[in-house]
């Protein structure tokens, strides 16, 4: 296998800029693009603060952080990847954009080169189909954030070849995460299990299983879960995990993946979980406390 050198990266939101940086980390070449100069100069900047804050605690000596920032290079034109062995697209959830951006790149891109999309939802097949080399497109899956979540999939296709996707577990284990190899079905490994064990949740509710923190307590205490699955199901955002479930119930048709009734009315009173301060909990207070608008088993 050809040992990959350097690393493009596409989308310098919040997720292309940790990708741009743990692999500037792992000792590749990494030019970062992102079509919109501003979001191009932020991410690299939250880049060069991560690494000079390391440097500061010590956790990193003053010339490895500087040999790291020296091999991050940013552009605005996709034409800076042409000589990339792996380009990694990390821009908006859309298939026509990420069409539009593969067809450019496929262009501009050396034939070699591997494609790696870190779509969370879409098919990677329908992306690797608008391109001249399906069998050198893979997905990698990078988990929020980055630098931070210690696993990668890597998404087989039916059309990928090994190589690619061998390429794609050498990338993920250099990066320091696990790389696990999945097949492009929705919600590759780890959503096709979370996102039904989250609604379920919601639907055990529902039923009079028991009261919020009932549900929440029983996963922390009784299976060792760091958090309940409503107090995730809050934290993700309802929207979001609805949206992931419609995606999904799209693709199989199983009333697993559907939306529960309550989740939908809860979107549709703007709930959305933490970020609006509302959801399975209230968090507009110091500590959150079950919304007592829904909580049905509480004691009046
Ligand atoms: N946010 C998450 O938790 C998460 C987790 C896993 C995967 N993903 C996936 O990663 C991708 C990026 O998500 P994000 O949250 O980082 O988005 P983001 O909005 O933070 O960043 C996207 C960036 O892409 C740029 N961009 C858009 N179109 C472009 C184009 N044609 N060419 C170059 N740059 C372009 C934008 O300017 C923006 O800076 C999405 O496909 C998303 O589904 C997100």
């Known amino acids: 296998m050809t040992e990959l050198k350097t690393i493009g990266v596409v989308g310098a939101g919040l997720m292309g800029h940790g990708i741009a940086q743990v692999s500037a980390q792992a000792g590749y070449e990494v030019v970062l693009v992102d079509a919109d100069g501003a979001a191009l100069e932020k991410g690299l900047g939250v880049v060069r603060g991560q690494v000079e804050k390391a440097v500061a605690k010590e956790k990193l000596g003053a010339a490895d952080g500087e040999a790291i920032l020296a091999r991050l290079t940013g552009a605005t034109d996709v034409a800076a990847l042409a000589g990339c062995d792996m380009v990694i697209e990390a821009i908006v959830e859309n298939l026509e954009a990420k069409n539009g951006l593969w067809r450019t790149l496929d262009e501009a891109v050396q034939p070699s080169c591997i494609f790696a999309t870190n779509t969370s939802s879409l098919a990677v097949i329908d992306q690797a189909a608008v391109t001249s080399r399906p069998d050198r497109f893979i997905g990698l899956h990078f988990f929020n954030p980055v630098q931070v ?27 320091g995460k696990t790389a696990v190899e999945t097949r492009d079905r929705a919600g590759f490994l780890v959503n096709r299990i979370l996102v039904p064990f989250m609604l379920d949740a919601i639907r055990g509710f529902e039923e009079g299983i028991g009261s919020i923190e009932a549900i929440d307590a029983g996963f922390r205490l009784g299976a060792g879960h760091p958090m309940g699955p409503l107090t995730l199901n809050d934290f993700v955002g309802l929207e979001t995990l609805s949206r992931a479930a419609e995606g999904m119930y799209e693709e199989y048709r199983d009333a697993r993946f559907a939306t529960p009734p309550l989740l939908r009315k809860m979107i549709a009173a703007g709930w959305y979980g933490k970020k609006t301060g509302l959801g399975f909990y209230d968090w507009s207070g110091p500590e959150p406390v079950p919304n007592p608008k829904i909580d049905l088993l509480r004691t009046v």
């Open 149 to 175: 979540m210690r696993l990668v999939e890597v998404v087989r296709t039916i059309a990928a070849s090994d190589e690619a996707v061998r390429a794609g577990i050498a990338y993920g284990e250099r990066i």
